[in-house]
């Protein structure tokens, strides 16, 4: 191969045969440059004092031939020239038929069209989805955008500096985690949009990330679950409509959140059917996980019992399920403001910070969480009974509790060092004392 090296131009490109054993055993006269034997054929390629070897992936000379043109012709100036000529105008082009096409699709027949596409998802997601359409569309009406190529970063940047949990414009409250959450699906959407070739890039790409908060479960001790509870008849006895009869429900409905870990969504949707002795069975809303005979107190299990079937103003065939409400979404959020009334009349302060704590129904899933791994159940099990689809998502929320796993660990890495032969000290956090 050094013999080849020695070319008189800086670039030298050629085809080359690479014969087997036995055609070298065979034909000791047969050269690298041999056109005619069934061998595997390649391009030898010498450029700027360094030389390769590429397959050609053929045994036809020819056919390697062709190849070895296409190199050349990739180093010749004049058609790398005439290329990038022939492939900005390509791009032009292309841009400006995608900016025809964008000026065609309207934000409600793109926004529609996303969702549609949407497939194989949970209600709850595509409940999500809607919400997601609808906040599109309110925006792009209220600033007079009617298709997508309208749509800038620049105008979507100025929209997300709009976005805050007080902002002026109700399609725009959105705590720091939903900003996030919500600002994920509209680089989705316009990027179902460039991939339909609408758009030649997405507006919404250039967008800078926005980190959600990690916020860590919010449990009740075992005295503000009783408050809790006990706030529930004066506080309905002082309320008009529905509410005022809704005591027995809600204490219900509560009792269940804290035993079983459940989402106010699924608590209040709870069908009859469901309840057998003292074992619950249903579909969560969110994920779509099921939960199969699980267990619960006997006495929350009474309670569930113990509201008459045939009330007025309830849906027959469900415990907590108002009259009026066609779907879950209008029930869980008529149920949520029964909430945020009777958490105007609490007083509680976190055990952590000690700062006010206002109440809401989730504290009691959270509740649920705390209380069992401070009980020493595996986080694991934990994750299953909460229908976490990743124990990732439990570890989130919950490893702050999570004090016997921590007392485990240290008591192994112990265990671990003594097995090593090194004396350890167990003194209170930052004493080192002198081991006997």
């Not at 070298?24 to 034997?37: L, N």
């Not at 129904?361 to 099990?381: K, N, P, W």
């Amino acid at each position: 191969m050094d013999s080849m090296t020695e070319a008189t131009s800086s670039t030298n490109i050629k085809v080359i045969t690479r014969h087997s054993k036995a055609c070298r055993k065979s034909h000791p006269e047969y050269k690298v440059d041999y056109k005619k034997c069934n061998c595997r054929k390649a391009i030898y390629i010498y450029e700027n004092g360094k030389d390769m070897v590429i397959s050609a992936k053929t045994r036809t000379w020819d056919e390697a031939n062709r190849l070895a043109d296409e190199q050349r012709e990739l180093r010749d100036p004049v058609k790398r020239k005439v290329r990038e000529i022939e492939e900005r105008q390509a791009a032009k082009e292309s841009a400006a038929a995608a900016e025809m096409k964008a000026k065609t699709l309207t934000i409600v027949d793109a926004t529609e069209r996303w969702l549609k596409a949407q497939k194989g998802v949970s209600k709850c997601t595509s409940r999500l989805h809607r919400r997601v359409r609808d906040r599109i569309r309110l925006w792009a009406a209220d600033n007079n955008i009617k298709t997508v190529a309208e749509v800038t970063t620049d105008n979507l940047d100025k929209w997300r500096g709009e976005w805050g949990v007080d902002a002026e414009k109700p399609y725009n409250r959105l705590g720091t985690s939903t900003q996030s959450q919500f600002q994920k699906h509209l680089k989705n959407v316009f990027r179902y949009v460039v991939d339909l070739g609408y758009l030649e890039k997405s507006p919404a790409a250039a967008l800078k990330h926005i980190k959600a908060e990690c916020k860590h479960g919010e449990p009740l001790n075992q005295r503000q679950v009783e408050e809790l509870l006990a706030a529930i008849p004066s506080f309905c006895a002082s309320q008009g409509g529905i509410l005022h009869d809704l005591a027995a429900e809600m204490d219900a409905v509560f009792s269940l959140q804290r035993y079983t870990g459940l989402r106010i969504g699924d608590a209040v949707a709870f069908q009859r059917s469901g309840l057998v002795g003292n074992r619950i069975s249903l579909i969560t809303q969110k994920t779509g996980a099921v939960i199969k005979d699980r267990i619960i107190p006997d006495a929350v299990a009474a309670k569930l019992a113990a509201l008459p079937e045939d009330r007025p103003g309830f849906r027959k065939g469900y415990f907590f399920w108002l009259s009026g409400n066609s779907d879950v979404d209008a029930l869980r959020h008529r149920w949520q403001g029964f909430v945020a009334g009777l958490s105007k009349v609490l007083n509680f302060t976190s055990d952590s910070s000690g700062e006010p704590m206002p109440f809401h129904s989730h504290m009691l899933r959270d509740t649920f969480a705390v209380e069992l791994l401070l009980q020493g159940v595996d986080i694991v099990e934990v994750a299953q009974l909460l229908t976490h689809e990743s124990i990732t998502t439990t570890e989130k929320y919950y490893a702050p509790w999570v004090q016997s796993r921590l007392n485990k660990m240290e008591r192994n890495l112990i265990a671990a060092m003594r097995g090593m032969g090194m004396a350890v000290s167990v003194n209170p956090a930052g004493v080192l004392t002198a081991a006997a």
